[in-house]
């Protein structure tokens, strides 16, 4: 368990690295692991945080203790927490390039915290380390420990199901969700599902991430069968069968399109139709937020302890198409991981304005795949009609789909579910079940926003032109702005 956590740490630490922030949230495994390294050194570690210097102004008092650490004598490994929040202080920042520059034979500085926030005058005398989360065996042998606490001892199977269960989580976090799971689970050994849904309610902290919960079946998702053709072929492709195959597994996709079009309900089916865990990203969240650098790593450490796992980023343009400081070095950052990354996280990403699209994002190697989601036609209509019909327990055998679908030309996804929606309402308003004549009165009331959107749409489609593939087969029914 301790190669990707310490592996890091030991190569910077042998390479003679000066200073080195460890960003993780288990700072007491870090402790363990640089007292190991410092002892294969054979160098003296001492460790130090604001609580040994109390009533000190803490910028002052880290200051003091970066200049005590300079001006020592002989090696020393100096690990200190707490001082994340005083980077950019100016005594802070300067004991830190003081100490680089002298560069003291054999004495190291580490600085740990869950986020760090580089100032741009220390960039070039820090370097991040952004530590993995325990792995499944790890996550198994602390859930082993908790469950023995409580007098449960589960049979080798069970455990290595709550393990896997557990990826995403610290050490500390897995044993605190096993207990509220066993607790759940009536005092026995909790299944997976159970152990998933704890983890859940913790995830809802962790800024800037979700678990999706909603299970979207494929079948919810009317039409676009050349998107479901390409999720078919790689129904298996996370299997270790494809794996010996020589397969690498898939990266990504870049749903673009017209709104109200199914490329967030596709992205959650994705998930289920895979059979993956998936978790959502709040881009505008972490753009937003005072650390968004940090942030983003933290949602990348977590969502390779997790991996398999679909990653999705809704709107992706809005978070990195904005102005907002920094928005463009995280976009930088995540581009690097996107064709960089080695763990199987799929990233889903969707947006709909090209405009606001950076560049870089749809260029080769970094999706798999850009699907451009145009308007439905008239068989995909019928079919999204039939979905919601069935979805409020009508039976759309007995409703003309197709003169429906005939009747909304240029209709979104979202506008049909709003037909059905608002067809309900006047037969229930009415006093009776619904008919035929409620669906094509309320598609008669309806202006499709594609009327209004036009230019927008023509806009998309000569930018999906040239860059993307339909995720509609179907061309020749494809152009709503003829009559169909
Ligand atoms: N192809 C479809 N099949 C079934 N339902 C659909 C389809 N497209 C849209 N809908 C319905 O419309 C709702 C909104 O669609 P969705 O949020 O997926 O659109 P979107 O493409 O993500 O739009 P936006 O660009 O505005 O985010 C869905 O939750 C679903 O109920
Ligand atoms: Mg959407």
Known sequence: ??????????????????????????????????????????????????????????AEAVAAELRALREATGPQVLLLADVHPFLDHPAVARAIRAFVAAAPPGRRLILVSPLFRVPPELEHDLVVLSLPLPDPAALAAVAAETLAALKLAPDPAALAAVGDALRGLTLAEARWVVRKAVRSAGGAVPGPAVVLREKGWRFGRAEGMEIVAEEVPLERVGGLDELKRWLDERRLAFSRGARDFGLPPPRGLLLMGVQGCGKSLAAKAIARFWSLPEVRLDLGLIVGHPYPEALLRQAIRIAEAMAPVVLWVDEIEKGFGTEAAGARRLLGGFVTWLQEKREPVFVVATANEVEALPPELPRKGRFDEIFFFDLPNVHERAEIARIHLAARGRDPAKFDLDALARRTDRFSGSELEQVVLSALYAAFSAGRDLQQADLLAAAAETVPLATTYEDRIQALREWARTRARPATLDRRKLDAFQPG
């Open 1 to 58: 368990m301790g190669d990707a956590f310490d592996g890091p740490v030991r190569e910077v630490l042998h390479a003679g690295c000066p200073v080195v922030c460890c960003e993780t949230h288990e700072e007491a495994r870090l402790v363990a692991a640089v007292a190991a390294i410092a002892r294969e050194l054979g160098v003296p570690v001492r460790t130090w945080s604001l609580l040994d210097a109390p009533g000190v102004p803490p």
